[in-house]
DNA sequence: GGGATTGGTTGACGTGGGTCAACGCCGAAC
DNA sequence: GTTCGGCGTTGACCCACGTCAACCAATCCC
């Protein structure tokens, strides 16, 4: 089986990812409650799913370790990846409206997820003043970041794409700690071409170009941004003629 | 000013959009509970906006009447379109993770919406069995189809997004009780190539060349489907050949 | 009612990124 | 250490869609 059940019990309050996750922003008190709501951690595997589209929902996921990538497939074999995960960020959201997971999420690293079963916490929600709100938050962050990436994919060229994927990346690496200017991408040229609506080749040729204009380093999956304001300005101004 | 603040106290109880709307599902006794969700209703004239980006969040709106479209501009004016709205479908939801609206939501036409005050309904969802668990369910299939426009603009050709549109759009006048072959949509062609990732004049040729090829007929806004299992395989077929 | 404005269609042409193919690098397997 | 398979890079070519422009239809508004 691609899956490891954990029975480690685990606590919210014990967590060092708390600024990140969902309790994010609760009161002392009010995490200890919280402590109720994780039932167990799992363990998945590089390359392996955590679910997968058509699987009976009954819990979210908090990535405790490591990262992943959602996708959604078209019947003839199409794949759109809809977003990579880091830790501290939450999975299988998409499951609630239908009690069905409507996409898949694959593990890109050896990972750990907390397991939230979803009837805990909408009964915890009632109870714990705040955790209702902060899942409210939660859930409409991951709406305005899917208009986030549908600006991407219906209004911008090629590079301006990987431009603001790279910012983005920089950005969640420097809310966990990370370099915002050094980091390792764990998914392939592939998935980033699937997510930004390109195909590999492009990907690899755009990253070639930053490093040729000198934006960037690039070996392999490891990534130097040298120039985070050219990337931006990159984004913004359509490319090249400066208006007036 | 553009919009008009309508004083009438309205009830879900007495609503014919039930079944499309936030109450989906619930009892009748739960839906007299409902009734002191809704605080006014308010009507927005054509082409001026229920909401623009930045403005503080307060409530969320459940479409009475008429339509919306929701966008993006990127600081350069480049606008993408997020969706659009009809009657029964929540707007707003983006601005609960910010207590910021972070897009715009225009009129496609003289509509009027259901005000539902933001506070009011977290704290109803506490009380009242159910209707926290239904409003997890709206945010959620948000998400999902926030992932299914990203397959459009990810993965699919013009013919096929358009096709997936008409689709998508022939559904939902079905499930409101009009034709699911015959409507008329509020959207100009520069709306619906914003949305699709697309020009306008890609859009108006789509609609020719399906129009040539015997699938819908177009005159103007109004769309008839000739043959929506031809639209149907348009969009899962890849296009041309056959495998095998 | 007529002129202006907005929205839609169509054609000719250009180009950004897709396609196809060759090749190189690196890590895993043994 | 050698082989192998997956991943990444690069080049040559092509085509789907964008761009630019002309024109028409519908609607708005004095």
Redesign the pocket.
Known sequence: MSITVNELKTACSQCNLIELCLPFGMSECQLRQLDALIGTRRKVKRQHSLYRNGDPFEAIFAIRTGSFKTDVLLEDGREQVTGFQMTGEILGLDGISSEKHSCNAIALEDSEVCVIPYARLEQLAREIDGLQHQFHKVMSREIVRDHGVMMLLGSM???ERLAAFLLNMSHRFTARGFSSAEFHLRM???EIGSYL??????V??A??RFQEEGLIT?Q??HIRLLDSAGLRKLVHHHGVAEPH
């Open positions: 060229r090629a590079e392939t040229r592939e609506g390109l195909k590999l080749e492009t690899s040729r990253f070639s690039v392999q999956k």
